[in-house]
């Protein structure tokens, strides 16, 4: 019998990819305007139709690409961000893995329009499936325009399992804000079926947060600022007389990074103590900075968990951070910061 292996073409590789990286509209929303993010863009600027279903739009004015790199960029592990093995212990990027676009093209018809600030003519790209359908030099603003059409438009079984257009827009608005979250000096916004859901002026910390989540939140936050030699906290958490009875507005972010991490979220909950009504959560959006070489975030493809090599040390530091907190701002009578 002859052999039977066989390498499978890229655009299989990349759909089978895809179906990690891409689960819904919202993933390649993340994807997008993170990409924005690194890219260096002052303004981002999203556009869905029909809760990302029909269309997902990004538009931002950061650095662009060549007309080479316009084509790299849809090849997968193809990325700018990191060269050797040695650079996965430093990444300051929100992208390192050089998958998303390869992913997203493989599984949408994908129209790219980008053009360097240096450059006079821009690129545009045509690619539906991982096939490219044209390539052609076009006139574009500086920056990068990519839109993404009939997600999954090649894979009836996942489009089918798409949810109703409010639980996929629920997801989408959640990445949304994820990343505005973390960049309050950049320009955001965000347009659904011609309406404007989202306009995020540049501003603090304190100013996007009000913004996203309204003129209550002025009376509601405490700050919070830590500095040790592992890591330093910084951010705000919500009085514990506004906590709610739903888990959901609790933001940790990690080098800019938004993650889900029970046991830091454990950390900052009990913190409050008796301060807390009972089965109720704090508000919070905490930013904790530490050296790339004491974290691994290649986990998982969506990059939404971490892992810590001093993962205790770190628990207490928040705790008493939030403790310490809690205490200025005269709300607990009695803190305990040896705990
Ligand atoms: P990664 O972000 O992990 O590098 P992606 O597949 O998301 O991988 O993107 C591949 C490459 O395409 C990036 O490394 C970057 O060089 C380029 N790129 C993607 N989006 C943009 C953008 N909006 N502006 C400029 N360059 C971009
Ligand atoms: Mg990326």
Same mark, same amino acid.
């Given at each position: ?143 990068? %325009? +990519?839109?993404?059409?009939? *997600? /999954?438009? &090649? $894979? ?9 257009? =409010? ?112 089965? %109720? +959560?704090?508000?919070?959006? *905490? /930013?904790? &900075? $530490? ?9 998982? =493809? ?38």
């Amino acid at each position: 019998m002859s052999d039977i292996i066989k390498l499978l073409p890229d655009s299989v590789a990349n759909q089978i990819a895809a179906g990690e990286v891409v689960q819904r509209p919202a993933s390649a929303v993340k994807e997008l305007i993170e990409n924005a993010v690194d890219a260096g863009a002052s303004s981002i600027k999203l556009i869905v139709k029909d809760a990302g279903k029909a269309l997902i739009q990004v538009i931002d004015d950061g650095c662009g690409m060549s007309v080479t790199d316009s084509r790299m960029s849809f090849e997968r592990h193809a990325t700018s961000k990191i060269r050797k093995a040695e650079d996965l212990f430093a990444i300051r990027t929100m992208g390192f893995r050089g998958e998303a676009l390869a992913s997203i093209a493989a599984v949408a018809q994908v129209e790219l329009k980008t053009r360097r600030h240096e450059d006079e003519v821009g690129t545009q790209i045509i690619i539906e499936g991982s096939e490219i359908k044209s390539q052609e030099a076009c006139s574009s603003s500086a920056g990068t %325009s +990519f839109s993404a059409k009939n *997600l /999954f438009f &090649n $894979i009836p079984a996942r489009r089918n399992f798409l949810k109703s257009n =409010p639980v996929e827009m629920r997801h989408i608005i959640d990445e949304f804000q994820r990343v505005a979250l973390a960049n309050p000096s950049l320009f955001f916004s965000l347009h659904h079926d011609g309406q404007e859901v989202f306009h995020l002026p540049k501003g603090t910390l304190k100013q996007r947060i009000i913004h996203i989540f309204g003129n209550s939140y002025n009376e509601r936050l405490v700050p919070i600022e830590e500095h040790t030699d592992i890591i330093s906290i910084k951010g705000f958490i919500g009085k514990p007389e506004y906590s709610k009875k739903t888990r959901g507005d609790q933001f940790f972010f990690v080098n800019n990074r938004f993650i889900k991490d029970a046991y830091l979220n454990h950390a900052v909950t009990t913190a409050y103590d008796e301060l807390l009504p009972a089965d %109720s +959560f704090p508000f919070y959006v *905490l /930013f904790i &900075n $530490i050296d790339p070489v004491h974290i691994d975030i290649n986990v998982h =493809p969506t990059k939404t968990e971490i892992k810590f090599d001093n993962e205790k040390v770190i628990y207490a530091i928040i705790r008493s951070a939030v403790k310490r907190s809690l205490g200025q701002y005269n709300i607990s009578p009695a803190i305990d910061f040896d705990a």
